[in-house]
Every structure is written in C-alpha cells, then in structure tokens.
C-alpha cells in the first residue's frame, strides 16, 4: 500500500529533527533515501518553510535537510543548494552544493546538465571553487558524451584578471570542454533547456560572456 503524503513528511520531520536512529536501515534518512526521488518535493517543502537561524537549531536543521537533498542527486534540489551557498560563507552551507555536483554528472542528463550550467553561473566570480568543480564536471561529461546542450556552459567558462574574474582556471577548462564538443566557434547564448524560473539568481546572469 502506497505511504500517503503525511506519513512521508512525518518521516521527514523525525530525519529534520534528529529524532529516531541516525544510522542504519531504520534511521530515517535512510528510510527516505531508499523511497527514492518522490520525497525530495516533501524534503525541498521542509527546506524551505523551516525556520532559519544561525545561531540555533534552525541551522542544523535547514544543513540536514540540504545534506540530504545532496545525497539524492536531483537536479530540482539545485537551486535550494545554491541558496543556500550564497547566504552562508561556512564550508557547511557552502558542501552540500559540492556533494551535488559529482551527483549531477553522473546522471547526466539534460536536466543535470542545466542544473550545473545554473550553478556555473552563480558562482564563477564569487566562489572559484565551486565553479572549477563544476567546470571540470562538465568537461568529462563531454568527453564521455558530447551532447550538445553541454555548449551553453562556454559562455560562462571566461576568465580574466579585471573585478569581477572568474578564475584563471577556467580558460583551460573552456578550451578543453570547447575540444570534446568539437566545437570551432563559440555559441551566441547559452540555450540549454534551463528550468530556473524558481532560482534566486537572475537566468540572464552572464550574458556579458556571449562572444569569445
């Protein structure tokens, strides 16, 4: 018998608030892991209704509950992560976007693809790691698959020496994915099929870059 919604946010709530086993099958962090990507709108919910302070528990809660939209590896979970990097500068709000990238790549898909080229852009000046950890994601995946929505990250892949500069880094990193692709000229626009009507960042951040 299918759970209803209620019981499944009741089993968010419990991993939320730490209250049952913390490992193991019966935790319920596994318990929902293992009920697979139809919680992460429940999980994404809890995300953002809960409360949210620095310097209490709301912390903990809202890091536990991005930890595990990581640990699933959904691409609708990117732009919570993405907040949620932006408005802390602590290597714990800044690592569950980072467990999400490995994630993405592996999936792959058009709409992994989008999520990293949406998390490329929000961070390529303000945080450099975050930006070569994605733009050398996006490398291998061309160079397994060169899929052609993988281009609209070349746009995004410029670096510079002038305020903002995105890191030096990335110029290799433009040449080799520029490579995979097979392509000799740089595309006007980034034109994947972006989904970020939600996101806290502007779509058209990055335009600026659109010709080499």
Same mark, same amino acid.
């Given at each position: ?44 919910? !809890? ?52 467990? %999400? ?8 898909? !058009?709409?992994?693809?989008? !999520?990293?080229? /949406? ?8 945080? +450099? ?5 994605? !733009? ?6 061309? /160079?397994? /698959? ?8 070349? +746009? ?12 030096? /880094? ?6 080799? %994915? ?8 740089? +595309? ?25």
């Amino acid at each position: 018998m299918a759970e209803s919604d209620a019981e499944l946010k009741e089993l968010v709530r419990k991993y939320q608030e730490g209250i049952g086993p913390q490992e193991g099958e019966k935790s319920p962090g596994f318990q929902l892991l293992a009920r697979g990507e139809v919680v992460v709108p429940l999980v994404l919910e !809890a995300f953002h209704t809960a409360p949210w302070d620095r310097r209490s528990q709301g912390k903990h809660s809202i890091i536990r509950l991005a930890n595990l939209l990581a640990e699933f590896g959904d691409p609708r979970a990117a732009p919570a992560l993405i907040h949620l990097a932006q408005i802390g500068s602590e290597f714990t709000f800044e690592n569950p976007l980072r467990l %999400l990238v490995p994630k993405l790549e592996r999936r792959g898909d !058009a709409t992994c693809i989008a !999520a990293l080229i /949406e998390i490329l852009k929000a961070f390529r000046f303000a945080r +450099p790691r975050i930006a070569i950890l994605v !733009a050398e994601a996006l490398v291998r995946m061309a /160079e397994r /698959e060169p899929l052609q929505e993988i281009a609209a990250a070349l +746009p995004y892949l410029h670096s510079g020496f002038l305020a903002p500069a995105a890191p030096l /880094e990335l110029g290799p990193l433009r040449r080799q %994915l520029k490579a995979a692709l097979n392509l000799p000229y740089l +595309p006007l626009a980034a034109s994947a099929p972006l989904t970020s009507e939600h996101l806290p960042i502007p779509a058209n951040q990055g335009d600026d870059d659109t010709h080499e």
